[in-house]
């Protein structure tokens, strides 16, 4: 039989419910589970608070409700530790219904290492609004994302207007880390730039959300002299093209010249009229802040200059406390659509 083109066209709608449907019944049970594990630790928390329990009567918590439930994941000792330790750091319910649930178990535990509030908030925060996977948070985590945020030395204040001199400097982050490339220090710039064209989901990736690749070696020509930029972008946030020039050794002063004269370039002949003024990124091997400021000074074209890492240099401490992925998916259950199991549910 053939099928007409509305039937097509029916079925693809059913597709797409189906599809919906899922996502919302998963983010239902994974708010219920994050409830669950809260409501625990909570009970856990008071009893020990009012009993006097020591920390061995959670292997006999976790023992008993073994018995009681066979069939339900997620009641080992060790995540009932983490139930208690995360009730413990979130103490406010709404909070945790209403923020902590939208991100997975996984999640939450990856964060919960971090020590500092103020720094668990932002990672909870930035997860939620870029969708991170556990792998990715936990890549931001152990590369001190949070720590690398806003630390270029800019002029944005001084030519951008408010609010998006705010959101340039902090779309800006030094070092960048890019040992994805797995190169040594040794390196031109011509393949820095290839390797970076050859890895450019793991670059936009470290670049962070809203970059979008327009080309490398981008062609300019003015009054018959050809110009070529290193790395071009669009940030779809900022509404604005961000230049990305590559630099193997320390920053030195005529660089800012350059790119001042690529950013008049862009703005003249890309930029349209509902674009804000270029950005431009100078990432190099070494930068000291004081000549970089020097050099920025009286600059009239929004410029910032960075440092990257190719090699292992970035903080990796994290990473040893950090739970292993895969012993959480076999404890929890929660690999293969089983996240279900941990709640009760058949």
């Known amino acids: ?34 409830i669950l594990y809260w409501k625990i630790g909570t009970h856990i928390l008071t009893m020990q608070e009012k009993e006097g329990w020591g920390a061995k009567v959670i292997e006999q918590v976790s023992g008993d409700l073994l018995r009681e439930f066979p069939e339900m994941r997620g009641l080992s000792s060790r995540n009932l530790k983490y139930m208690r330790a995360f009730s413990s750091r979130w103490q406010n319910f709404e909070f945790v219904q209403e923020v902590l649930a939208q991100i997975t178990w996984y999640h939450n535990i990856a964060i919960l290492e971090k020590s500092n509030e103020e720094e668990q908030l932002w990672y909870i925060t930035k997860t939620i609004e870029n969708g991170w996977s556990r792998n990715v948070l936990v890549h931001q985590i152990e590369s001190n994302l949070y720590g690398r945020q806003g630390n270029a030395v800019t002029n944005f204040k001084d030519t951008l207007p408010s609010p998006q001199s705010d959101l340039s400097h902090e779309l800006i982050k030094s070092p960048y880390n890019l040992e994805f490339l797995n190169i040594s220090e040794e390196i031109l710039e011509k393949d820095l730039e290839q390797a970076l064209i050859g890895n450019i989901r793991d670059f936009l990736l470290e670049l962070g959300k809203g970059f979008s690749f327009v080309g490398n070696q981008y062609h300019i020509e003015l009054e018959g002299e050809d110009y070529y930029i290193d790395l071009l972008f669009y940030h779809l946030k900022l509404r604005c093209y961000v230049i990305i020039e590559l630099k193997t050794g320390k920053f030195l002063p005529e660089h800012a010249g350059k790119m001042n004269f690529y950013l008049n370039l862009v703005d003249h002949q890309l930029r349209h009229t509902e674009d804000n003024p270029s950005i431009g990124i100078i990432l190099c091997k070494d930068k000291r802040n004081i000549t970089v400021k020097y050099s920025l000074d009286g600059l009239k ?46």
Request: proline share 2%.
């Open 1 to 34: 039989m053939t099928l007409d083109k509305s039937y097509k066209n029916y079925i693809e709608v059913l597709k797409r419910e189906i599809v919906t449907a899922r996502i919302k019944a998963s983010l239902s049970v994974n708010k219920e589970l994050i």
């Open 301 to 346: 074209r929004p410029l910032g200059v960075s440092e990257y890492k190719l090699n292992k240099e970035l903080e990796k401490k994290i990473k040893e406390s950090l739970p292993d992925e895969k012993e959480l998916k076999k404890e929890l259950g929660e690999e293969s659509g089983e996240l279900k199991k941990n709640i009760g549910f058949s």
